[in-house]
Each structure stands twice: as C-alpha cells, then as structure tokens.
C-alpha cells in the first residue's frame, strides 16, 4: 500500500508537469514536452524528441510495415474505450486503455498486431472506463509522448497511471485544443479539445483528436459532452470527419445536433457494453445518427471495427469479439450472458450504506454492493430520499 504521502507527492508532480505545459499560445508543435518534475530517471528509454520532425522523419516502429495505409482499431472493451491507430508511417497511437480489467486484453491485442512502441499515448480523460488498463500498457511497451488533459482525480486508478508513468520516467504532454501531434504531408494529428480549463463535469476535459489522412479524415470525440462540443464549434477547428467516435457511449450528453452536422460523418462507431447500466447508446442518440444517414457500428454488436484508409477510401472490417465480452460492473467474475438486462437506465446511483449519490459512469457508482445499490430517475429524487451527491463525480 502506497503511504498517503507518497501519493500526494505523485499527484503535485503530475500537476507540476501539466501546468509547465500550458502555455496560452495555440499550436505547440515547437515546444518542449512539459516539464517532468524530476520524474526522469537515468535509465529511461530514450525517446526520440517528436519535436525534430521537421528535420528528420521518425523512426517507424520495426513491427510496423508503414504500408501507406491508416488502421484505427476500435477495440471491444466493453462499457470503455479502447483505439489503436496505425499510422502510415508505421507510427502508433493508443487513444485510452478499457477498464483495469481490460488492461491485460489490451496489451495482448496491440502485441498481435506487432505493436512494439507507441509513439503516442493519449488519456482522453481520468475516469477508469478510459485510463484503467493504462498502468498495463505503459509497463508493456515502449512508449513516447504521453498526452494527458490537464486534470487530475484522486481515484486509484488515476494513481495507478501516474505511478506508472513516473517508473517508465516519461513526461506528460498537455492535450488540449489547438496541440498538433502530428504533421507530415498528408497526415494529420491534432487535438480540438479541451477547449476550456474549467470543467464540473470530467468528461468535457475529454481530449478530443481529429486525424486526417489525404482526403479522410476521423474524430475520436472521447466522453465529451454537449458543452465541450459548442466550444470545439465555437473554435472554428475543422471538425469534419468520415468517422466519428461518437461521445460518451453514445450517451444522450453528447452529439448535439450543430455538432453532428458539423461534423457530417459517413461512419459512427460506438464504444459499448452490452447490457450496460447506463442504458448506453440512448436511443436519442441513435435516432439523430440514423435521422442523418450515418452508417453505425457499436462495439456491444459487432466487436472490435477496424477502419482502414488509403488516404482516399475507408473500408470497414468487424473483428467480432477479439477481447472477452463483458458487461460493466460484472469485475469481470460474472460472464455477460448472466447479467440481467437492466433495460434503460440514465439517472443516478445510490449507495444505501454511504447515502451518498453518484453518476452512473463514477468509479464509486461501480463498487457499491449490489445489495447496497439504489437507482434515482432525477437528481431531486435522490436529494428527497436524503442522499448527498458524490464530491468525485459531483452528480
Ligand atoms: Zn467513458
Ligand atoms: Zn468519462
């Protein structure tokens, strides 16, 4: 058990590293990766500095063929989100890491198709659905840039990444709108959010990555919400996308209508678990996706989709179940077919022991006992029943 102290230590040393990041200019091809606060050790792998790109191409990972073709990998995990993107020049990209149970599935899917290195790792944001496999991950590989929103949680998950990433001696990478990650000819990286430094709600700090590759284009739009995507609009970024990894599990939250149309995708993937909790993707959400003639993957359905792109056509293959199936909150002891459905559910989570309420998606929300569990339709409700709302995810 880590000493409290020790944690607290991690915490100020990742805050240190993501404030000397954020600069107020826009772009930071130029700049150096944010300031390690002393997490570097004198055995860290030597990353090759992403910032001579200009001058000199990165090396391709040596598995990676760098076959001129763009792979983006969505990959099963479940009610989280996991996405491998291969890059053209042979370069990786991992876009968050499932839950902590994902982790090992994870790590054993990228090394069956030859992932050795990924030049960048991308926590969209600290909740466990998206950064709980990454502790795995950063211990398997090797790794580059690590790009991180500058946010932190005190959830031991959270710990456990910054643990992770302080062994490794790497440096975190600010992500917010405006960063490039990558710019060579006709391939693209950047991030279009987070737009703002001031969110309530976790899921707008979702570092948001659009890629472009020749003509095609994707945005993987993490849990961002509503109002993080009137602030990508208001940017004036360029948001257009053939596929959208569409936000927050296709949550109700997320896809607003201007946002949709701005960024007009031909594809939607969305990254679910069967019979999860939150009755996730809504149906409004998928009414407006099949309203506007948006073709539609889900990973609950189909498994791990994997788009390629040549740089002008997209072709779309559903891999089925390349990483166990399993439903959210079932800690991975009860298989999926065993969890009953729980039907349409988006309200709030009760514990009967703490009379403390969460948001469905609040790590806690996941560890209360079933027999301890209680469901509110509104906010009100739970406040009536005498419940308090969580100070983590502050429903
Ligand atoms: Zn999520
Ligand atoms: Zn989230």
Known sequence: MMKRSAI???ILAFLLAVLAGCGSSGTN???QPA????????TAPSVPPTDNRESRPPAASPQSSGDGLLKVHFLDVGQADSILVQFPNGQNMLV????????????SYLKSKGVSRIDYLVATHPHEDHIGGMDNVIRAFNIGRVYMPRVTTTTKTFEDVLLAVKEKGLKISTARAGVTVLDQGSLKVNFV??????YEDLNNWSAVTRIQYGSTSFLLAGDAEAQSEEEMLASGANLK????????HGSS????????????????????????DYGHPHKETLAKL??????VYRTDRDGTVVFTSDGKNISVEKLGSTIRPRAPDAGGVAPAATVTPTGSKSGYIGNKNSKKFHRPDCRWAAEIAPHNRVEFGTREEAIAAGYVPCKVCRP
Request: charged share 15%; proline share 6%.
């Open 8 to 10: 607290v230590a991690l």
């Open 29 to 31: 091809t130029s700049d």
């Open 35 to 42: 300031a390690n606060a002393g997490t570097v050790a004198s």
């Open 96 to 107: 968050d890491a499932g839950n902590n149970d994902d982790g090992p599935a994870v790590v």
């Open 193 to 198: 959010a987070p737009c703002g430094s001031n």
């Open 241 to 248: 996308a053939d596929v959208l990894k569409v936000g927050h």
């Open 253 to 276: 939250s997320s896809t607003s209508p201007a946002f949709l149309k701005a960024v007009a995708p031909k594809y939607a993937i969305i990254s679910v678990g069967a019979g999860n």
């Open 290 to 295: 099949a309203n506007a003639g948006i073709r």
